[in-house]
């Protein structure tokens, strides 16, 4: 009778520790610590490991082509989804069925069905410092503009740009061009590209060595160097003074995100969902977008976030999300160091984008 009355373990014996989720993610190290904290009080055994971004999409691809070390549950970038679907079980209906704002909901389907779970929406947006004056227009040419008006001695440089084909995109659209393949045959592309570099050593400042943008461009923003900035919500979390920041829309700008997806090979697909469900649990939700201003996903959640969030939330609402094949993500390997050869003076912007259209037609044979 005393084994009866003892706890489910049975005669004194601890009950054998539940297997840990296994979850794969690109969570960067302030992100992973929070992960961390935050899972363990809400009582789940967690086994988590980091790939860096830069990597992600190359090692999750092999590894569920392998099906070695399959995890339970993988963070993925959204333009990596049309890629790796093949190899992914669909959201089941009560997670698909939740409260998504339209903007993730968007992520989370392709081709009509639930593929992924919406964890954050990201994409480009203006940071101004209030003490500046709102450019007339979302629009390129007017941003441009307010950030030549506030040019002085002291602030040679006051627009904040990155030498990436991501920060590109708003300007091919602008001439009627896009970040796909075929979208950059005509002349306009040369064109926005060009445009685009001159840019740099007028109202943005000459490019800091690669792999260094980040930083560099936090450093120029926390010593108001910038009066405007060209970034996304994943810089806001670490702004040391959120109350001199305005966030606003820019004119046909990228937006994307962050999706929480189960691969096929999953020893433990069920539990893969329920890590899913408490990431994507509107009080996860507030606690990310109070530390780091992420983007939620949820209605719910939106209405607890802090105002910077919200705000970051509205700028990307007009935004545009990038084509949706397999190749995206592929096309930047081309279209990075064209833009950058263009940049530098390297290239004429013919030259460039000459180059890039071969190698995207390469892409696109290759598959």
Not at 53 to 75: H, K, M, N, W, Y
Not at 140 to 158: F, H, K, M, T
Request: include cysteine; aromatic fraction near 6%; charge should be negative.
């Amino acid at each position: 009778m005393a084994c009866l009355a003892a706890s489910a373990s049975g005669c004194g014996h601890e009950a054998p520790a539940p297997t840990p989720i296994r979850f794969l993610h690109t969570f960067n190290p302030d992100e992973t610590e929070l992960f961390n904290a935050t899972i363990a009080e809400r009582g789940l055994a967690v086994e988590s490991s980091l790939v860096p971004f830069a990597r992600g999409q190359q090692v999750i691809s092999e590894i569920l082509q392998t099906r070695a070390g399959c995890p339970d549950l993988i963070r993925i970038d959204a333009t990596w989804l049309p890629g790796l679907r093949a190899h992914l079980v669909p959201v089941p209906a009560d997670l698909a069925a939740l409260d998504w704002t339209p903007e993730a909901a968007a992520l989370g389907r392709l081709d009509g069905a639930w593929w992924g779970v919406p964890q954050a929406v990201d994409g480009l947006l203006v940071i101004r410092d209030l003490a500046s004056p709102a450019p007339a227009s979302t629009s390129i040419a007017d941003l441009v503009a307010a950030a030549r008006a506030a040019r002085s001695e002291g602030r040679r440089y006051p627009l904040g740009l990155r030498v990436d084909g991501y920060w590109l995109v708003p300007w091919l659209r602008a001439e009627g061009s896009d970040l796909a393949t075929g979208a950059i045959d005509g002349p306009n592309a040369a064109g926005a590209l060009a445009t685009f570099a001159d840019v740099f050593g007028d109202v943005a400042a000459p490019p800091p060595p690669s792999g260094s943008e980040a930083p560099d461009e936090l450093r120029r923003w926390n010593t108001h160097e910038v009066a405007y900035w060209i970034t996304g919500p994943w810089q806001l979390g670490a702004l040391r003074d959120p109350e001199r920041v305005a966030v606003s829309a820019l004119a046909r700008a990228p937006r994307g995100g962050q999706l929480l997806v189960v691969p096929a090979c999953a020893k433990h697909p069920d539990q893969g969902w329920r890590l899913a469900g408490e990431l994507a649990s509107i009080p996860v939700a507030v606690v990310l977008a109070q530390a780091f201003s992420t983007v939620p996903t949820r209605i719910s959640a939106l209405a607890s976030a802090p105002p910077l969030a919200r705000a970051a939330y509205e700028a990307l609402r007009a935004a545009q999300m990038l084509p949706r094949v397999p190749v995206t993500p592929l096309l930047f390997d081309d279209l990075n160091p064209a833009l950058a050869a263009v940049v530098a003076r390297d290239a004429t912007a013919e030259e460039a984008i000459e180059g890039v259209r071969r190698g995207w037609r390469r892409l696109v044979g290759a598959r």
